[in-house]
């Protein structure tokens, strides 16, 4: 008898009928002998509309607190409609909200961390031969006010719970059947993986490739988890997430991603002194504001620069709300900011002994006649930042480039 972690994704639980395919799938693992804990998102698109009420009232300065009291309403529908599908099919089921699961967090509402998990009452539930369903996305801050974990968070809560109840595994349902060298919705020819390094899923969550959230992989490979990615809809194999030892071949690069969450800020004509980037970048990460990717350029006479960064398109309005406070004391003259972009990035643990990765990925944009605006690079990852009407393009022709295209 194994105990084991299922996490139901959106798309999975977006209508009455996928959520009695959920259950029927619970079920399965319950008859098979297993004890079940399970996690699941709101409804496809309720977190969208949540988060929109919120900023169509007050798109920069609303309280983060009342924030979280209404993006976390979506996950608690969810719960008990799962839990009363399984009971009308017989089997013995009940909801937990995120604090009645014992799951504790920081108090950085809307993108609060898991600091401790006090899983007595879900296991209490477990042993009682009961199936566990457990919001997602939420838990309890320091105030004992509700908290969310960020855009994707349910994730996280899966592998948290697995790692707290010591579970023999965290199966992630989702809409595609594992994970792909590129998002399979916009290349066709992107190849399912059987296998992916925590590491390389590390890096492609951190920079988009939006299947598993970023901190769901820290989690797992901090905690050894053991990671499936699998279809809700399809009885097949999925994706194991797991150590480097385990891959039997390696490629050089193992993937490429995309995120759209990025904004473009470009503060034009600052004094280039000793300073200034202390300047911009100090009231941003007052306003805990994170910046991404950033270039300076200097005018030709070497008296001025540019300074380009990148935000979340979520703090946008904020950062450019911070900038314009302190305008007077930078001494810049315009400040541009751009939502129009996408950051693209291939991601491979080959990089480290491999040469002229970059310059491909450089060629390969240049030949299709796309504007780099900035890069960045880490040991195992190189991003640019480019308009996004390129994205499709640019993500087909790298897929191409770095031989990864299915046959
Ligand atoms: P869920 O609601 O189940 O959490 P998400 O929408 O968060 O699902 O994540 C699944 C989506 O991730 C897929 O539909 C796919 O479009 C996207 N995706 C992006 N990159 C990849 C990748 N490399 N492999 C698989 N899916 C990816
Ligand atoms: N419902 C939340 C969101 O849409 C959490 C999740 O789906 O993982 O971001
Ligand atoms: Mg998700």
């Known amino acids: 008898m194994a105990l084991i972690v299922q996490k139901y994704g959106g798309t999975s639980v977006a209508d009455?009928?996928?959520?009695?395919?959920?259950?029927?799938?619970?079920?399965?693992?319950?008859?098979?002998g297993d004890r079940v804990a399970v996690v699941v998102s709101a409804m496809a698109g309720t977190t969208n509309q949540l988060v929109a009420w919120v900023h169509g009232l007050d798109p920069a300065n609303y309280d983060p607190a009342e924030y979280d009291q209404v993006v976390s309403t979506g996950e608690p529908i969810t719960i008990g409609l799962v839990a009363i599908a399984l009971q009308s099919l017989g089997v013995?089921?009940?909801?937990?909200?995120?604090?009645?699961?014992?799951?504790?967090?920081?108090g950085a509402h809307g993108k609060a961390r898991i600091v401790a998990i006090e899983p007595q009452a879900v296991q209490a539930c477990l042993e009682k031969g009961k199936v566990a369903v457990v919001a997602g996305f939420q838990g309890i801050g320091p105030d004992g006010r509700v908290t969310t974990l960020g855009r994707g968070g349910s994730d996280t809560s899966a592998v948290a719970l697995a790692a707290a109840l010591r579970a023999e595994r965290c199966d992630i349902y989702t809409d595609v059947d594992g994970v792909y060298t590129t998002d399979p919705r916009i290349v066709a020819k992107a190849k399912k993986l059987d296998r992916i390094t925590y590491e390389e899923m590390l890096e492609m969550a951190s920079v988009g490739a939006k299947v598993l959230e970023t901190r769901s992989v820290a989690l797992a490979m901090q905690h050894r988890v053991r990671v499936q990615v699998l279809s809700s809809f399809e009885d097949r194999p999925g994706t194991l997430v797991?150590?480097?030892?385990?891959?039997?071949?390696?490629?050089?690069?193992?993937g490429i991603a995309y995120s759209r969450n990025e904004a473009r800020i470009t503060v034009q004509q600052v004094e280039?002194?000793?300073?200034?980037?202390?300047?911009?970048?100090?009231p941003l990460a007052e306003a805990n504001i994170n910046v991404d990717m950033i270039v300076q350029s200097v005018s030709r006479d070497g008296r001025f620069a540019n300074?380009?960064?990148?935000?979340?398109?979520?703090?946008?309005?904020?950062a450019e709300?911070?900038?314009?406070?302190?305008?007077?004391?930078?001494?810049?003259?315009r400040l541009v900011a751009d939502p129009n972009v996408v950051k693209v990035s291939v991601i491979g643990v080959g990089m480290r002994s491999h040469a002229g990765?970059?310059?491909?990925?450089?060629?390969?944009?240049?030949?299709?006649?796309?504007?780099?605006?900035?890069?960045?690079?880490?040991?195992?990852?190189?991003?640019?930042l480019i308009a996004d009407e390129y994205t499709e393009l640019a993500l087909r022709a790298l897929h191409s480039a770095y031989g990864l295209d299915a046959a």
Request: charged fraction near 30%.
């Open 92 to 106: 013995p089921a009940r909801s937990f909200l995120g604090w009645q699961a014992g799951i504790r967090t920081d």
């Open 321 to 333: 709300a911070v900038l314009a406070r302190v305008k007077e004391r930078i001494g810049f003259e």
């Open 272 to 282: 280039d002194r000793p300073g200034v980037a202390a300047a911009v970048f100090g």
């Open 242 to 254: 797991v150590d480097e030892d385990e891959i039997v071949e390696s490629q050089i690069v193992s």
């Open 16 to 32: 009455l009928d996928r959520i009695r395919n959920v259950a029927a799938r619970i079920k399965r693992a319950v008859d098979a």
């Open 357 to 384: 990765i970059a310059h491909k990925m450089f060629q390969t944009l240049a030949d299709k006649g796309i504007n780099i605006q900035a890069i960045s690079t880490s040991e195992i990852k190189i991003s640019v």
């Open 307 to 318: 300074i380009t960064f990148t935000v979340s398109k979520a703090d946008l309005p904020r």
